[in-house]
Each structure stands twice: as structure tokens, then as C-alpha cells.
């Protein structure tokens, strides 16, 4: 079964492959169906999850490739029932918060209007921050503090100067084991980092701010920025969250 959401109003310089770019960042895209004319492009985005049309359904009247995207649904998308998520599995798009997929939009180079970035706010508000989540989240924060600090300690739990002293020796400690060779996780670095306790209360609280989305859009894009200068040198570093594929859009396809 697949959870669809209809989209109109499609430039015509608009691939399958953009669409799919776009809205991959909402959770598991199951197929696309593009129809097109002589004077018109549409197309049905076929989703995994409930949860994730709904997400897709807040990008409405945003903009790709210089067009305002029209997307609904007659469909009413709830938010499933949480299962248990199995230790060490990857975290699904569907439970973050939303407020955390529009800031790996903008860490992409998309442009998310003040409205989307609302909706966004209001959606996470109404169905609070999901127990996978908050429980993912949490064994990251006691992962790294347990290694940095000592047992039942947290990163998050400690002011900046502790962490970046921890961090430094927690680094010390996985490049004596060669974990430096492993792509970390984004969230695990930026929990590690002396702005730790900010990352975490952006993700485990529902109350924020427009702005804070912009600031957590930096951070990622930042951490982006030095996994790749980390690549250069020949180790590996952590990729933006969210879509698989993390090249740069075309300037053309970035606008939302």
C-alpha cells in the first residue's frame, strides 16, 4: 500500500529524478507518476508511510525550478501508530521532526519560505516529538557521554567547556580503535559538539522558532562542509542528513 500526493503545476524543465530529490526528503518514495502535456506537467508521488505524505503535503505552494509547486491530497495523511524501533537500525525520515527535515532542506540549498517553515513548527507542535526519536536521540547523547565522560554521563548534560575537553578525548579514544575510518552519524557529531546542548534541544522540544530552523540548517550545512575538507585529507566524515544522494541542486531547482 502507498501513500499518494498529488502535485501540479510542475515546470516543464523539471525531472523525475528533481521530484524525487525533493520529496525523498519526506521519507521512502515507493514510485513516481509523471504525467505531462503540451501546456502542463503534473504528477502523483507515491509514499511508504502516511506520516511522510503528510510532511510532503506542508511543502505546498513551494517553489522548484522557479514554479510554485501545488500540493494536496483529498486524502486525509495521519500519523500512523509508532512501532518499535530495532536497536541499530537507520532512523526512518518519518520520525524526525519536521522542523528537522525543513533544516536539511535549506542545508541542501533549497529555499523554504517563512510559511512552509511554520507549518512545519505547528506540525511537529501538534504531534509532539516521536518516542523513537527521543529514544534514538537519547542513546546517541548517553553513547557519547558514556565514552567521553564516564558512565550514565550525557553530552548534553555538561556546559562547553566539558564537552569540548570530553569530545577532544573521545576522538582520542576512536582513533586508537580506527573508528575514525567510519562515517559518523551527523547527529552524534553535532551532540559531540560544543554546541551540543542546542542540537539537542532543537530536535527533543517542540518549542522553537523560525529562526532556530535557519541556525540548525547552518549547523548541518557547516558539519557538511568539514566532512568533506575531513574526505580531502582521507578519512570519512558525516553527509547531510535526510536524502541519500547529498549533491549540491542546480540553481535553477533550488528555490522552495
Known amino acids: 500500500m502507498s501513500y499518494t500526493v498529488d502535485v501540479s503545476n510542475i515546470s516543464p524543465s523539471t525531472s ?10 519526506c521519507g521512502k518514495i515507493s514510485k513516481i507518476d509523471l504525467n505531462q502535456t503540451d501546456t502542463s506537467k503534473s504528477a502523483v508521488i507515491h509514499f511508504e508511510k502516511s506520516s511522510a ?16 509547486l501545488k500540493v494536496h491530497s483529498d486524502i486525509v495523511h495521519p500519523d500512523e501508530e509508532e512501532t518499535s ?8 525520515q518519518s520520525d524526525k521532526p519536521r522542523a528537522g527535515i525543513a533544516a536539511e532542506y535549506l542545508a541542501k540549498g533549497y529555499k523554504l519560505s517563512d510559511s512552509i517553515l511554520r507549518r512545519a513548527i ?13 529514544g534514538y536521540f537519547q542513546s546517541l547523547d548517553s553513547s ?4 567521553a565522560l564516564g558512565p550514565d554521563q550525557t553530552i548534553s548534560g555538561k556546559v562547553t567547556s566539558t564537552i ?7 576522538k582520542a579514544m576512536d582513533e586508537q580503535k580506527g573508528y575514525s575510518k567510519v562515517a559518523e552519524d551527523y547527529y552524534t557529531r553535532a551532540l559531540g559538539s560544543p554546541l551540543g546542548q542546542r542540537v539537542r534541544a532543537f530536535y527533543t522540544t517542540t518549542s522553537k522558532q523560525i529562526l532556530d530552523i535557519h541556525e540548525e540548517a547552518r549547523r548541518i550545512t557547516d558539519e557538511h562542509k568539514a566532512s568533506h575538507q575531513v574526505h580531502e585529507s582521507g578519512s570519512t566524515g558525516a553527509e547531510i542528513p535526510g536524502a541519500a544522494d547529498t549533491s549540491t541542486p542546480s540553481e535553477a531547482s533550488k528555490e522552495a
Do not use: C, W
Request: cysteine-free; overall charge negative; charged content about 20%.
Open 16 to 25: 523525475e529524478q528533481q521530484l524525487h530529490d525533493f520529496f525523498s526528503f
Open 53 to 68: 505524505a503528510k510532511t510532503a503535503l506542508m511543502l505546498h505552494e513551494g517553489s522548484l525550478d522557479g514554479v510554485q
Open 85 to 92: 524501533r530495532v536497536p541499530g537500525d537507520p532512523l526512518d
Open 122 to 134: 505547528q506540525l511537529d507542535n501538534e504531534k509532539g516529538i516521536s518516542k523513537n526519536f527521543l
Open 144 to 147: 557519547i557521554g558514556a565514552k
Open 164 to 170: 569540548q575537553t570530553a569530545t577532544q578525548h573521545a
